[in-house]
């Protein structure tokens, strides 16, 4: 069988048969036995996908390359988390250009900041900002973000030292900013914690069984009127397919710039096909496993986060592994107690409930409207109770709480009635709310806006936000300086 | 459907893959179905127009055939072109109409007296009328003279609605593209992968080179008032290599969308910014509407037979039309024009070089050509800035960034846009490969005995084809690599 094939090789190339240059050799031989074609047909298709796999991994490999060189495929920043739903993909260079554009590395905590030290430096007043995409600002560099710029702006009017921190995170919601206070911003022991309060915060707080909001933990309120914190919603939501393909594909989708590339594109051109969604959620339920078992020789994921280091690093499945599970339960299991112990410190009022004006009688729409407004009351009621215990906290912390609401357009009702509610219950409770809705400059719907690309800041947008924070936190210390002297 | 969204990309592997398995009796019909799928994706009733022009002109054609007598067929003939560009008229002008009599009324009060302004009517620009009634033109006029009729109603239907060409073009020859079908087009794998290679090149030239600048593009003429001297330059360079990107890319997507199915169609660009001339840009630049405009427009207006006015006056009427096809605003008519006046001194130009032989030799030195390089490309990007302002407020404040000598304000997004974006990485990419392909094309004859032939084994080799397919995918990843957060639809759909 060997000679037959030295025999081909030593062929001149215009002497060999056609069949034989296209690699099956057996076919070009008539008279030789089946099993002797087989095997020789065998051999060539062994040696066309030896050939393919080399071409696929040099492809693969150059690619990579190529990618990496120009920094692109950097579009990844998402990690699973059992405590807090999602946080950063700590020390991942990230480049973000669906709105605006940014190219920045997340710190090694998993924030979208620069590196910073737990110990405050004497004389330093540190600000931690809590909040969502908007305070995340990774639609402009990192430098241009009304957190950093605040910053800037602050040392400039003042003779003291300021350091701002953020902590905040795309799709955060109220109970978030608090579960990661407990968990993390209290460590760094700030001056002030600011919370920025954004337009339809309020309703991602209660236990809901809605699968299209984002995964979060939320709480319940019992019929003993008790606030719990329940993680019901996002256990469900870890045991889907997508998800379980996110944290399967974790190591890929934080080293290839292939596998970040495919993602961030939503595997084709970005559309609103019809077509899109189930074709989608078929390759993430059929694609999960075998990801999960072609990587399963890969170096493990790193750590899902400081809180667990303790217990060593998961294999990819928190709803599987033991490990993870076991300190998942017992961060929780904090949690909910001190949620429970923070809740019974602080008054269960609550704010006003809007008032339906039934002296024309109650309309569809009426009716319609009150629904809403009993819901959007109910929301915004277990917020307010999420922020007093927030607020509790910093104060047990030594933590001054500082609410800013962002800008929305005048036409959101509910949610200027919130900011009404938010600064009577600042009132109350001691902190100040920064209305920041209040004081941004307002463009006609048909102009150009300068603040905003689409939903985000534009670093206009963060300048303007950047001047009003300053100001006004710089105005709230002096003024307690000058108090407490 | 786009085609650069995910629906053409499964439309366009189905309809190949269904194509090649399907009788060949079937080919042909199957392809103008597939057709009538891709246009009535979006709006269905206009579905109806294209097929009752289809019908109309399919008609007209066999009567021009038909009738005996030179009078006879030329009424035929106009009765024919009177209802095609009717129909554009109707689509595309009768707004802009509107709009133009408002503007008149309202400049002598008229309608602030008598209260008898107009109001715009509520329609819709089918996508590619002006594309396909141009086609239609063609194939009445060349029966009109001798050329023989397309007398099967489902060839006729195919050349009318062949979707590669369908929304932009190239504006297809009738006699180029039926011949394609007598036989049908055998599967040939060097054309299906010049064909994925063109899609590829298509995709990348319109997703990752177009789309960026587009966005600088945006910035610098939604706020002119913003933007410096250099910014302005940049802005107007940035149209003129998007307008460039997006429609040689569109282009190539549709000859590579057309070679799948083993069809050809026409060149439509030839790199037009190293033109040496105004008119050397127009062989150049959307070859396939300025051949029409030459032998459907201006060649039967004289040409340039006759000297002096009479010339200046066809190729004004000739690139007037040509601006206002473009679009109904007079921002095209006024780019159209300002082409036409180019043509006219470049003209003027090259008659006095042919009299003088002094000129002829200045002309010729290398001073004088490279001027007329840098001359040529700064006209045509001149002209681009008024065709893609919206209005003149908007064209004159780009001209007015570009000339006054003044720094931008700082909100002014034109450079970040152009620095803090994948548009870096894809212009580099995009001439490394380039560079590789002509380094490869140049180094590997494949007529050569030697390494040729083996090249030439190699290809036969599945895991050549394995190889290419792979490379195809990598340029698509590279393509999605780069795309911006928008996507955005082809300049040239909105003609």
């Given at each position: 069988m060997r000679s037959a094939i030295k025999d081909i090789e030593k062929k001149p190339l215009s002497e060999v048969h056609s069949s034989e240059r296209l690699g099956d050799k057996s076919l070009a031989k008539p008279g030789r036995s089946y099993s002797h074609r087989l095997l020789m047909a065998g051999k060539s298709l062994i040696s066309i996908l030896l050939s393919s796999v080399a071409c696929l991994v040099l492809l693969v490999a150059l690619l990579e390359f190529i990618l990496a060189i120009f920094g692109l495929g950097n579009d990844e920043y998402l990690k699973i988390d059992p405590i807090l739903g999602s946080t950063h993909l700590d020390k991942k260079l990230v480049t973000f250009r669906f709105e605006g554009y940014s190219r920045e590395k997340i710190n090694k905590d998993g924030d979208r900041d620069y590196e910073r030290k737990l110990l405050k430096a004497p004389g330093v007043t540190r600000i931690a900002f809590l909040g969502d995409s908007m305070t995340e600002a990774?639609?402009?560099p990192l430098d241009c973000s009304f957190v950093r710029v605040s910053e800037r702006k602050l040392n400039a009017m003042s003779a003291g030292t300021f350091e701002t921190m953020n902590f905040a995170m795309a799709s955060y919601g109220t109970v978030q900013e608090y579960v990661q206070f407990l968990l993390r911003v209290r460590a760094y022991k700030p001056d002030v914690t600011v919370l920025v309060y954004n337009y339809g915060d309020s309703g991602e707080n209660l236990s809901t069984s809605n699968e299209d909001v984002a995964p979060r933990p939320l709480v319940s309120i019992g019929n003993d009127g008790k606030l719990d914190l329940t993680f019901d919603f996002l256990d469900r939501w870890i045991a889907l397919p997508q998800t379980q393909f996110a944290l399967k594909t974790e190591w890929l989708r934080r080293h290839s710039h292939i596998v970040q590339t495919l993602l961030a594109s939503d595997l084709f051109f970005r559309s609103n096909s019809k077509w899109y969604s189930p074709i989608c959620r078929s390759i993430y339920s059929s694609v999960s496993p075998v990801i999960s078992w072609l990587i399963a020789?890969?170096?493990?994921?790193?750590?899902?986060?400081?809180?667990?280091?303790?217990?060593g690093r998961p294999a990819g499945d928190l709803a599987a592994n033991q490990a993870v599970r076991l300190d998942t339960s017992r961060v929780r299991r904090r949690l909910r107690a001190e949620t429970a112990r923070l809740d019974s410190l602080i008054a269960h009022n609550l704010p006003d409930n809007p008032r339906i004006d039934v002296s024309q009688g109650l309309s569809a729409e009426t009716l319609a409207y009150r629904t809403y407004a009993q819901m959007h009351y109910r929301n915004f009621a277990a917020t307010a109770r999420v922020l007093k215990m927030l607020n509790t906290a910093c104060r047990e912390a030594g933590s001054q709480f500082v609410i800013v609401t962002l800008p929305a357009a005048d036409s959101f009702k509910f949610y200027l009635r919130e900011i009404q509610h938010l600064k009577k219950l600042g009132e109350a409770e001691g902190f100040q709310v920064i209305d920041a809705n209040e004081s941004f400059p307002r463009v006609n719907i048909l102009e150009k806006n300068p603040y905003y690309y689409g939903a985000h800041f534009t670093k206009r947008g963060h300048a303007v936000m950047a001047d009003i924070i300053s100001g006004s936190l710089i105005r709230m210390l002096s003024t307690q300086a000058s108090q407490s002297r | 459907m786009l085609f650069n969204s995910f629906e053409y990309i499964i439309f366009l592997a189905a309809a190949v893959c269904l194509y090649w398995v399907m009788p060949r009796q079937a080919k042909a019909i199957f392809l103008v179905a597939a057709s009538y799928f891709f246009y009535t994706y979006t709006i269905k009733a206009y579905g109806l127009l294209l097929l009752l022009l289809t019908l109309a002109n399919y008609l007209v054609g066999l009567a021009l055939q038909a009738t005996n007598g030179e009078k006879a067929k030329r009424l035929v003939l106009i009765g024919g072109i009177t209802l095609n560009l009717g129909i554009l008229a109707l689509f595309k002008y009768t707004n802009f109409i509107l709009d133009s009599i408002n503007v008149v009324l309202d400049s002598i009060n008229v309608s602030a007296k008598h209260g008898c302004g107009i109001s715009d009517l509520p329609i819709i620009l089918p996508l590619g009328i002006s594309f396909f009634v141009f086609e239609f033109i063609h194939y009445l006029t060349d029966v009109f003279k001798g050329s023989a009729a397309i007398r099967n109603p489902v060839r006729f239907a195919l050349f009318a609605?062949?979707?590669?060409?369908?929304?932009?073009?190239?504006?297809?020859r009738y006699q180029d593209f039926d011949s394609q079908l007598d036989p049908l087009p055998r599967l040939d794998t060097e054309k299906l992968h010049r064909g994925l290679w063109l899609i590829a090149q298509g995709l990348y030239k319109k997703v990752a080179l177009g789309d960026n600048l587009a966005r600088i593009v945006r910035a610098g003429f939604d706020n002119?008032?913003?933007?410096?001297t250099t910014e302005g330059w940049i802005c107007a360079l940035a149209f003129t290599f998007q307008i460039y990107f997006d429609f040689s890319g569109y282009t190539d997507i549709g000859r590579g969308s057309a070679m799948l199915f083993g069809f050809s169609l026409p060149e439509n660009?030839?790199?037009?910014?190293?033109?040496?001339s105004l008119r050397d840009f127009w062989r150049r630049w959307h070859i396939s509407l300025s051949t029409w405009l030459r032998d459907y427009l201006y060649i039967p207006l004289g040409g340039s037979k006759s000297e002096g006015f009479r010339t200046f006056a066809n190729l004004m009427i000739t690139m007037l039309l040509g601006g206002l096809w473009h679009g109904a605003s007079w921002t095209f008519v006024i780019w159209g024009a300002f082409h036409g006046l180019g043509l006219a001194v470049n003209r003027r130009w090259e008659q006095s070089i042919e009299r003088s032989a002094r000129l002829k030799r200045i002309a010729a030195s290398l001073p004088l050509r490279c001027a007329a390089y840098g001359l040529t490309f700064l006209t045509v990007v001149l002209g681009w800035v008024i065709f893609r302002a919206k209005d003149l407020p908007e064209a004159t404040g780009v001209y007015s960034a570009m000339f006054s000598l003044r720094a931008s304000s700082s909100e002014c997004t034109v450079l970040d846009f152009a620095v803090n974006s994948p548009l870096p990485a894809a212009i580099s990419i995009y001439l490394i490969l380039q560079s590789t392909v002509l380094i490869w094309k140049h180094s590997h004859?494949?007529?050569?005995p030697l390494p040729g032939s083996m090249f030439k084994l190699a290809r036969a080799t599945p895991p050549y084809a394995i190889a290419n397919a792979l490379a195809f995918v990598a340029v698509l990843i590279l393509t999605l690599s780069l795309s911006p957060a928008e996507l955005q639809p082809f300049i040239y759909f909105q003609f």
């Amino acid at each position: 069988m060997r000679s037959a094939i030295k025999d081909i090789e030593k062929k001149p190339l215009s002497e060999v048969h056609s069949s034989e240059r296209l690699g099956d050799k057996s076919l070009a031989k008539p008279g030789r036995s089946y099993s002797h074609r087989l095997l020789m047909a065998g051999k060539s298709l062994i040696s066309i996908l030896l050939s393919s796999v080399a071409c696929l991994v040099l492809l693969v490999a150059l690619l990579e390359f190529i990618l990496a060189i120009f920094g692109l495929g950097n579009d990844e920043y998402l990690k699973i988390d059992p405590i807090l739903g999602s946080t950063h993909l700590d020390k991942k260079l990230v480049t973000f250009r669906f709105e605006g554009y940014s190219r920045e590395k997340i710190n090694k905590d998993g924030d979208r900041d620069y590196e910073r030290k737990l110990l405050k430096a004497p004389g330093v007043t540190r600000i931690a900002f809590l909040g969502d995409s908007m305070t995340e600002a990774a639609q402009v560099p990192l430098d241009c973000s009304f957190v950093r710029v605040s910053e800037r702006k602050l040392n400039a009017m003042s003779a003291g030292t300021f350091e701002t921190m953020n902590f905040a995170m795309a799709s955060y919601g109220t109970v978030q900013e608090y579960v990661q206070f407990l968990l993390r911003v209290r460590a760094y022991k700030p001056d002030v914690t600011v919370l920025v309060y954004n337009y339809g915060d309020s309703g991602e707080n209660l236990s809901t069984s809605n699968e299209d909001v984002a995964p979060r933990p939320l709480v319940s309120i019992g019929n003993d009127g008790k606030l719990d914190l329940t993680f019901d919603f996002l256990d469900r939501w870890i045991a889907l397919p997508q998800t379980q393909f996110a944290l399967k594909t974790e190591w890929l989708r934080r080293h290839s710039h292939i596998v970040q590339t495919l993602l961030a594109s939503d595997l084709f051109f970005r559309s609103n096909s019809k077509w899109y969604s189930p074709i989608c959620r078929s390759i993430y339920s059929s694609v999960s496993p075998v990801i999960s078992w072609l990587i399963a020789g890969l170096p493990e994921p790193p750590e899902l986060a400081p809180y667990y280091r303790a217990v060593g690093r998961p294999a990819g499945d928190l709803a599987a592994n033991q490990a993870v599970r076991l300190d998942t339960s017992r961060v929780r299991r904090r949690l909910r107690a001190e949620t429970a112990r923070l809740d019974s410190l602080i008054a269960h009022n609550l704010p006003d409930n809007p008032r339906i004006d039934v002296s024309q009688g109650l309309s569809a729409e009426t009716l319609a409207y009150r629904t809403y407004a009993q819901m959007h009351y109910r929301n915004f009621a277990a917020t307010a109770r999420v922020l007093k215990m927030l607020n509790t906290a910093c104060r047990e912390a030594g933590s001054q709480f500082v609410i800013v609401t962002l800008p929305a357009a005048d036409s959101f009702k509910f949610y200027l009635r919130e900011i009404q509610h938010l600064k009577k219950l600042g009132e109350a409770e001691g902190f100040q709310v920064i209305d920041a809705n209040e004081s941004f400059p307002r463009v006609n719907i048909l102009e150009k806006n300068p603040y905003y690309y689409g939903a985000h800041f534009t670093k206009r947008g963060h300048a303007v936000m950047a001047d009003i924070i300053s100001g006004s936190l710089i105005r709230m210390l002096s003024t307690q300086a000058s108090q407490s002297r | 459907m786009l085609f650069n969204s995910f629906e053409y990309i499964i439309f366009l592997a189905a309809a190949v893959c269904l194509y090649w398995v399907m009788p060949r009796q079937a080919k042909a019909i199957f392809l103008v179905a597939a057709s009538y799928f891709f246009y009535t994706y979006t709006i269905k009733a206009y579905g109806l127009l294209l097929l009752l022009l289809t019908l109309a002109n399919y008609l007209v054609g066999l009567a021009l055939q038909a009738t005996n007598g030179e009078k006879a067929k030329r009424l035929v003939l106009i009765g024919g072109i009177t209802l095609n560009l009717g129909i554009l008229a109707l689509f595309k002008y009768t707004n802009f109409i509107l709009d133009s009599i408002n503007v008149v009324l309202d400049s002598i009060n008229v309608s602030a007296k008598h209260g008898c302004g107009i109001s715009d009517l509520p329609i819709i620009l089918p996508l590619g009328i002006s594309f396909f009634v141009f086609e239609f033109i063609h194939y009445l006029t060349d029966v009109f003279k001798g050329s023989a009729a397309i007398r099967n109603p489902v060839r006729f239907a195919l050349f009318a609605s062949f979707f590669p060409s369908q929304i932009a073009g190239p504006i297809k020859r009738y006699q180029d593209f039926d011949s394609q079908l007598d036989p049908l087009p055998r599967l040939d794998t060097e054309k299906l992968h010049r064909g994925l290679w063109l899609i590829a090149q298509g995709l990348y030239k319109k997703v990752a080179l177009g789309d960026n600048l587009a966005r600088i593009v945006r910035a610098g003429f939604d706020n002119p008032g913003l933007m410096g001297t250099t910014e302005g330059w940049i802005c107007a360079l940035a149209f003129t290599f998007q307008i460039y990107f997006d429609f040689s890319g569109y282009t190539d997507i549709g000859r590579g969308s057309a070679m799948l199915f083993g069809f050809s169609l026409p060149e439509n660009f030839n790199l037009p910014y190293i033109a040496s001339s105004l008119r050397d840009f127009w062989r150049r630049w959307h070859i396939s509407l300025s051949t029409w405009l030459r032998d459907y427009l201006y060649i039967p207006l004289g040409g340039s037979k006759s000297e002096g006015f009479r010339t200046f006056a066809n190729l004004m009427i000739t690139m007037l039309l040509g601006g206002l096809w473009h679009g109904a605003s007079w921002t095209f008519v006024i780019w159209g024009a300002f082409h036409g006046l180019g043509l006219a001194v470049n003209r003027r130009w090259e008659q006095s070089i042919e009299r003088s032989a002094r000129l002829k030799r200045i002309a010729a030195s290398l001073p004088l050509r490279c001027a007329a390089y840098g001359l040529t490309f700064l006209t045509v990007v001149l002209g681009w800035v008024i065709f893609r302002a919206k209005d003149l407020p908007e064209a004159t404040g780009v001209y007015s960034a570009m000339f006054s000598l003044r720094a931008s304000s700082s909100e002014c997004t034109v450079l970040d846009f152009a620095v803090n974006s994948p548009l870096p990485a894809a212009i580099s990419i995009y001439l490394i490969l380039q560079s590789t392909v002509l380094i490869w094309k140049h180094s590997h004859d494949l007529n050569a005995p030697l390494p040729g032939s083996m090249f030439k084994l190699a290809r036969a080799t599945p895991p050549y084809a394995i190889a290419n397919a792979l490379a195809f995918v990598a340029v698509l990843i590279l393509t999605l690599s780069l795309s911006p957060a928008e996507l955005q639809p082809f300049i040239y759909f909105q003609f």
